[in-house]
């Protein structure tokens, strides 16, 4: 009776634990995903405001208007509040983000020292190379979901420049130029202000887990 009610208390400490991990992973991953989606949105409204602009100036001197000022602050401030999310994301979530990195390559170079061990024992073997790529995968969802908010982030510029911008007024011209500008800095997301996530540094991660990997079945 002993054994069964401490089984089934392990099994639903297990499935809770792998909740609160699967939530916490996912929760960040849309974060970073939800920038993505307002640039996109960004990139569509100031591309339907610019055709539809064009169309209504067509055939007449274009002359800027109280509502035009006021639909380009509009793009303007959306484009700014974009840029402040990922701010505040990046403010709250970067020491989390560095704790995850940090026990998450903590277990991989734990799980590459024991593959080395039991590198002749098959269903061993087999055991952690399976939770190996599990670590390998959960630190990947972090620096693929940010490395496309870079991505981006710069490609709003060539959505501007690729628009018919040279038909809107001079002060409007000059508000997208601003936007460009800004697009030069592209959104990041960092772990405690050390790793900045991207496809770079998970590339970095598995070079030097194969290194060491070489070095410990020498």
Not at 53 to 67: A, E, F, Q, Y
Not at 165 to 189: A, D, G, S, Y
Not at 192 to 215: D, M, P
Request: with cysteine.
């Amino acid at each position: 009776m002993v054994f069964w009610f401490i089984s089934i208390q392990q099994i639903i400490n297990t499935l809770f634990a792998c909740y609160i991990d699967v939530g916490m992973d996912t929760l960040i991953f849309g974060l970073f995903l939800q920038t993505c989606a307002q640039l996109e949105i960004f990139e569509s409204r100031l591309h339907k405001l610019i055709i539809n602009k064009t169309i209504r100036d067509l055939g007449r001197k274009l002359l800027t208007s109280n509502k035009d000022e006021m639909e380009i602050s509009e793009i303007v401030r959306h484009h700014l509040i974009i840029y402040k999310y990922a701010k505040t994301v990046n403010t709250i979530y970067n020491q989390v983000i560095f704790f995850q990195f940090f026990e998450s390559i903590l277990v991989l170079c734990t799980c590459i020292y024991y593959l080395t061990m039991y590198i002749n024992e098959l269903f061993a073997l087999a055991n952690f190379l399976g939770y190996t790529l599990c670590m390998f995968l959960q630190i990947y969802i972090y620096c693929w979901s940010a490395n496309e908010v870079i991505l981006k982030s710069t490609s709003v510029g060539d959505a501007i420049y690729c628009t018919d911008w040279p038909l809107l007024p001079v002060n409007e011209q000059k508000n997208l130029l601003l936007i460009m500008m800004r697009t030069t800095i592209p959104i990041t997301f960092t772990s405690s202000f050390l790793i900045t996530l991207s496809l770079e540094s998970y590339g970095s991660i598995l070079k030097a887990s194969y290194s060491a990997f070489n070095v410990l079945t020498q």
